[in-house]
Nanobody
Framework: QLFLAESGGGLVQPGGSLRLSCAATGGSLESYAVAWFRQTPVRERERVSC????????FYGDSVKGRFTIFRDNDKNTVSLQMNNLKPEDTGEYYC?????????????????????WGLGIEVTVSS
């Protein structure tokens, strides 16, 4: 059973940076597509970014393109999300999700039901 745990959230001022990490136990994240989702009280859970199995092909939502970077560290069995130039609208609960079969593309892997494994989430607040 794969277990995921997020870390690295917190409070940051607009324009600042945070790095979220998703650490896995019970399996190797190399064998999973991994995504980061974001949810707020007024918006449903939406995919922010994902990284594909094996190829390291990545996808970013339009709202974070050019500011966020997703990357794997296979030695640490983690997938991280580097978030730069943060904006107040980036505020939310961030979840990492993994699935061994889901694709990572603009047309696939963007719905929560496509992922079998989830972390508990971590809060990110961007505010002055």
């Amino acid at each position: 059973q794969l277990f995921l745990a997020e870390s690295g959230g917190g409070l940051v001022q607009p324009g600042g940076s945070l790095r979220l990490s998703c650490a896995a136990t019970g399996g190797s994240l190399e064998s999973y597509a991994v995504a980061w989702f974001r949810q707020t009280p007024v918006r449903e859970r939406e995919r922010v970014s994902c990284v594909a199995i094996d190829t390291d092909r990545t996808f970013y939502g339009d709202s974070v393109k050019g500011r966020f970077t997703i990357f794997r560290d296979n030695d640490k069995n983690t997938v991280s999300l580097q978030m730069n130039n943060l904006k107040p609208e980036d505020t939310g609960e961030y979840y990492c999700a993994a699935d061994p079969e889901t694709l990572c593309a603009s047309y696939a892997g963007k719905r929560p039901y496509e992922y079998d494994h989830w972390g508990l989430g971590i809060e990110v607040t961007v505010s002055s």
